[in-house]
């Protein structure tokens, strides 16, 4: 059963900007932290970009740091990765997903593991 709906995935050109977003269906985010992940073909899902409950700590991956930017709405249910200055080897089918493992953490996690709930994953592709 899927929690989440992601959009705003496409093709685009290196260098050029997307904007991801995930809302959660049946289930409200406020307690949750959020994690965006990626998974290229042949490759494992890893993390990009995590988010806690109140926004107090976010996390980016190495390759990532500088031009992706992670952020919520609780009231609206809604997480969104903006992804600028876009790379070929950022392209992959994105999934976002919200960590049942604890609640009101204080950090978040970049680890697949304790993420229970997640989306169908939306494509994206950076390619000239």
């Known amino acids: 059963q899927l929690a989440f709906v992601e959009s705003g995935g496409g093709l685009v050109q290196p260098g050029g900007s997307l904007r991801l977003s995930c809302t959660s269906s049946g289930f409200t985010l406020d307690y949750y932290s959020i994690g965006w992940f990626r998974q290229a073909p042949g490759k494992e899902r890893e993390g990009v970009a995590c988010?806690?409950?109140?926004?107090?700590?976010?996390y980016y991956a190495d390759s990532v740091k500088g031009r992706f930017t992670i952020s919520r709405d609780n009231a609206e249910n809604t997480v969104t990765l903006q992804m600028n200055d876009l790379k070929t080897e950022d392209t992959g089918v994105y999934y976002c997903a919200a960590d049942t493992s604890v609640l009101w953490a204080r950090m978040c996690s970049h680890e697949v593991k304790p993420y229970g709930y997640w989306g169908q994953g939306t494509q994206v592709t950076v390619s000239s």
């Open positions: 988010i806690t409950d109140n926004e107090a700590n976010t």
